[in-house]
Every structure is written in C-alpha cells, then in structure tokens.
C-alpha cells in the first residue's frame, strides 16, 4: 500500500514535469530559442515513463485487491480454528471424565474444629477434606456428599429416599432413639438433621440407613394407625367426679383380676376379657377408660418394683366404617370388606406388640354400635357380617395375652351383635348414666376449684373466702341445671 501511494506520487510529478515542459516548448516556439526535435523526444520519453507508472499503478491496485481478500479469508480460518480449539476441548472433557475413577458417596456426620469433616462410607467412620467450594454450613447431619478418589467431599446432594424402616421404640434423648428392626432386633440409632426438630412418638415409622445408622425421615402413618389414637393416659380416677359406684365396678371387673392373676387362676375363675360401657354420650365412658389404664400401671408398677408404662389405643369406630363404606361407596362395598377385616388384626397386632412386655395395653372401641351392629339387621351395610366375626376371632385370642383388655362404649348397646356381648367376650356391662344433682356438684367441684383467680368483687362478698365463693357458684349452676330439666 506505501509502495502504490509512492508510485502515485510520482506518476504526479512526472505529469506536473510534463506540463512545465510542454509550456515551456510553447513560449520557446513562439519566441524561436530552441529546436522543435529535442523537446518532442523529451517528451516522449516522459509519456513512455507515465505510461510505465500507470501500468505499475494498476498492478499494485490489484496486488491490494488480492491482499485485503486474502485478510478476509485469513479471518474466517482464524475464526475455524478457534471453533475446532473449542469442540477438541470439550471432546478432550468428555473424555477426561469418562476415564475419571468413580466417586463415591458418604453419609455426612459432622465438622471437626480443624474444617474438616467425619463421613461414614460402606459403614466406615472416616475423617475427610471438604473442596474450597464446599459451604461447611451447608452440610446436614445424615445428608449424602459425593466423594473424590482422594475421599474430598466435591458436592453436596440430598438425603437418600431408600433404606429400611423400623420403628421407635423409644428417645433416649435429643439426638438418639431405640429402634426395633426386623426379628424384634433392637439398635440405637441418631437422629438425622429432618427428624430434630420433628416431634416423634413411640411407635413411627422411621427411614433408618443401615449404612450410617442414621434415621432421616418420618414416615406416614399406616391406614390403621391414622384411626387409632395411641397414647399414654395421665388421667386418675381422681379427675373423674360423680361415677364412684361405675368406677369400683370397673376396678373389680378389670383391676382385680389384672393385677392378682394368680389368685384368679388359683381359684379357677376366668377373668372378663372386656367390658362395655353404655349410656348416653358426654357422661365419662372415654374418661373412665383412661384411668383404667393409668390406674393399672401405676399398681402393677408398685407390686413389681418398677416403671411400668401404660398404653391407651383408642379405636375410632365410625371412621373406620366410615373410610370404607361411604353412600358414595356403597357399590364398591365387596372391594373394602377385607380391608375392615385387615383393620381389626392390625389393631390387636399393635396391642400385642406393646403387652409383650409387660405393660398394660387397653383397647378402647369408641361407638361399638357404629362397628360392630348385629349382623343381618339391614340397618346399615353388610359389612357387619365380615367385620364382627373378624372382631370375635381376635378377641378369642387374647386369652394369651395378660396384658390386653378390651373396653367398648356405646350410647345403644342394644344394636350390638349378642355374640359380642356373650359370656367370655365383653360380658362385663356397666352403665354410665347422666348425672344427678350430687354427682353434678362432684363434676364441678374437680373444675370450681378456690385456686382460681376469681374477681376481686365476689370475694369481697364473701369476706375474701375463695372456697364459699366456689361452693356458691357449684350450688348454684347445679340448681340451675335442675330446674331447666
């Protein structure tokens, strides 16, 4: 390009020369100093020249032509290669990770105070690295990470959706349970980061990874066990006023024979295995059932010597029925007869499962009317004729079991299939009924108490005598109560 711009330059001059001379020739002619030959071979020579440059100007011209064309194909080569650069690579990456060694996966345990970490892997305790990008705030107990071939956690994933279940037996505190596993096999298991905060009972399901010995998740409860309630009943008889007469006849039809097993077998009689308790709702029957349980722990655990816990599983009839026979379910009745069936074993399975050892287990049937109908009455489905013989068949067996006792409460015991109410079954029947005016003022004495804080004002008309003021205010609802009836 220098080169064309020089010649350009002196392509100008040589034409400016020949114009000075070609004017010069001109005043020389007219003023007759010169011959006319020599200027004409001069100027032809010059025009030979211009003639040469303007040949060389065009050759250079296409010299650039073919220059700036070969740039261009120069930039799409160069924009190739950086293309092909970039596809080697990532082949090269591909290729790097298909021949990387495997990694692994751990169970994250904790942070030791020199940043590093304790994993367990294959049911090995080991102490690892974390890689820089790795937040150690981000790690969660019982959490999978993912392992280099070094063992450095590199990632951090989430907590396995697999494993085995068990179920707990108890807390032993914040941060362990005892499990029962399979064949009744016990272990004492921590508590991953999901369950610390969750507010567990004995007997959930539990995910466990036998890797780690972690439990990670609660899981949902069995279709059996969303309608029985299990608990541990913290209700005396003490809580319960106007029923004296019902409650020693339920002590000496249940407690008694619980608690002296060996003087009834000694003298050859055979104790009830349940007792029902009718009359209309709202009068105890639920309350009286509780006690029960906590009034035989308490006793079997002062002529044993030790702790005995008691359990309540309160089976809610009518949504038992009810989750299996709706009206809009009626014509699927033969489909959920065998689950009703199932239902009633998994019940009397739980029970057994927390008498054998040792502690005393009621059975409560809320509502037998609703479950348990005398079969062939058509007053409600037919499912009756699957469900009571089911009931009969498990309550038949617990014979040989000591701890399990069977009460039921009905507001119409007489809808009750006799077989249920036979000799041998639930022949004990006692008779909640409503209140009378002494046994109103029983009731409320266990709530009107004089600890209450009562307004300044009515005890300023009893001189300050919280105990009179209470006994007013129970005198007077119950004469009301009366005097509406």
Known sequence: MAESKRSQNRLGALRESVKKITERLSDGNMNGMKKPD?????????????????????????SRYQLDHANK????????????????????????????????????????????????????????????????????????????????????????????????????????????????????????????????????????????????????????????????????YEHIGGLGKEIEQVRDAVELPFLHANLVSEYKLSPPKGVLLYGPPG??????????????????????????????????????????VGESERQLLNKYVGESERQVRE???????????????IVFFDEMDALFRTRGSGISSDIESTIVPQFLSEIDGVERLRNVIVIGASNRQDLIDPAVLRAGRLDVKIKISRPDAHAAKEIFSKYIIQELPFAQTELDRHSGDARALAERLIGGTVDSMNAHS
């Open 347 to 361: 019940v009397f399975k739980k029970a057994k499962e927390r008498a054998a050892d040792g502690n005393p287990v």
């Open 38 to 62: 020599e200027p004409s071979r001069e100027v032809e020579k010059l025009r030979i020249q211009i003639q040469s440059m303007e040949e060389e100007v065009r050759r250079l011209q296409h």
């Open 73 to 236: 194909q120069n930039e799409k080569l160069a924009i190739t290669l950086q293309e092909a650069k970039a596809q080697i690579q990532a082949l090269r990456d591909e290729v790097d990770k298909l021949t990387a060694p495997p990694s692994s996966y751990g169970i994250f345990s904790s942070l030791n105070d020199d940043g590093t970490a304790n994993v367990y892997v294959s049911g090995r305790k080991m102490k690892v690295n974390l890689h820089p990008a790795i937040e150690p705030k981000a790690l969660r107990k019982g959490q999978e990470v993912v392992l280099n071939e070094a063992f450095n956690i590199i990632e951090i994933k989430g907590f396995d959706a697999q494993g085995e279940v068990v179920k707990l037996r108890d807390l032993l505190d914040d941060k362990r349970a005892l499990v029962t596993l399979h064949y009744d096999e016990e272990k004492v298991a921590e508590l991953g980061e999901p369950l610390l905060g969750e507010r567990l009972s004995v007997g959930d399901h539990l995910l466990y990874d036998t890797r780690s010995g972690y439990v990670v998740e609660k899981l949902p409860k069995s279709e059996a066990e969303e309608l029985v309630l299990e608990e541990v009943p913290d209700v005396d």
């Open 283 to 324: 009068c105890g029957k639920t309350l009286i059932a509780k006690a029960v349980a906590n009034s035989i722990a308490k006793k079997l655990g002062h002529l044993t010597g030790k702790q005995v816990r008691s359990f309540f599983l309160h089976v809610k009839g009518p949504e038992l029925l009810n989750k299996y």
